[in-house]
């Protein structure tokens, strides 16, 4: 399994852009799918994007899609989530996810999970 660590989280006003960071340490990561997921408050874990191992596919939620961009660079062990023109609704936090399934959007793919980063969106 793999250790993630998110960073780049914050408070941010709607329009606004964030770039989510997550950094990976343990063996093979380019051997991983890795996932963006989040979570509101009284509300389940969604998923948000995922991309495959060599970065050359990924996928979005509807909800996010043409606005956020996951990213990844194996070299740097390193996962990323350009998040542009955020709204209230992304209100969240954020977890890193590393998982062996190609395109999967549920959590039970995902092996290994981040401690999470906050990200609040105001009006």
């Known amino acids: 399994q793999l250790q993630l660590v998110e960073s780049g989280g914050g408070l941010v006003q709607a329009g606004e852009s964030l770039r989510l960071s997550c950094a990976a340490s343990?063996?093979?990561?380019?051997?991983?799918?890795m996932g963006w997921f989040r979570q509101a408050p009284g509300k389940e874990r969604e998923f948000v994007a995922t991309?495959?191992?060599?970065?050359?596919?990924?996928y979005y939620a509807d909800s996010v899609k043409g606005r956020f961009t996951i990213s990844r660079d194996n070299a740097k062990n390193t996962v990323y989530l350009q998040m542009n023109s955020l709204k209230p609704e992304d209100t969240a936090v954020y977890y890193c996810?590393?998982?062996?399934?190609?395109?999967?959007?549920?959590?039970?793919?995902?092996?290994?999970w981040g401690q999470g980063t906050q990200v609040t969106v105001s009006s």
């Open positions: 991309i495959s191992y060599s970065g050359g596919s990924t």
């Open positions: 996810a590393a998982g062996r399934r190609i395109g999967s959007r549920r959590n039970a793919d995902f092996e290994s």
């Open positions: 343990g063996r093979a990561f380019s051997s991983y799918a």
